[in-house]
């Protein structure tokens, strides 16, 4: 298993938008660092995340939680969470969850 590397900056998407870029696996022992980081940005204002998920080659159902309970902060402040560039497998996941719309710019 490959562990999960984390980072974050502003995003082109607006004064509030951030982009959090991950790469290696997202599951039970790396879903606590990407949660502290959602929580970070979101205590500091954030309105847009923008999760750039290519790199990502693992998810499983606690990674898919941390997504979840960001999205859901930052809809109760009007904002939104975002995955691009979302790997084959991320997107295979989203879909089968019924998630992969949720996620996605309309």
Same mark, same amino acid.
């Given at each position: 298993?490959? /562990?999960?590397?984390?980072? /974050? ?12 870029? +991950? ?13 502290? *980081?959602?929580?970070? $940005?979101? @205590?500091?204002?954030?309105k ?5 998920? @290519?790199?990502? @080659?693992?998810?499983?159902? @606690?990674? +898919?939680?941390? $997504?979840?309970?960001?999205s859901?902060? $930052? ?8 995955? *691009?560039?979302? /790997? ?5 996941? +989203?879909?089968?969850?019924? $998630? ?7």
């Open positions: 298993m490959e /562990s999960l590397n984390v980072s /974050s900056g502003p995003h082109d998407g607006g004064p509030m938008a951030f982009a959090v870029r +991950l790469s290696g696996d997202l599951d039970a022992g790396s879903a606590g660092r990407l949660s502290a *980081e959602f929580d970070r $940005l979101v @205590s500091a204002g954030a847009v995340l923008v999760v750039d998920c @290519s790199e990502v @080659s693992f998810i499983d159902s @606690s990674g +898919l939680r941390v $997504l979840v309970a960001a859901k902060a $930052l809809e109760a402040a009007d904002g939104q969470v975002f995955i *691009e560039g979302m /790997s084959a497998t991320v997107h295979r996941i +989203l879909e089968i969850t019924g $998630l992969l719309d949720h996620y996605t710019r309309r």
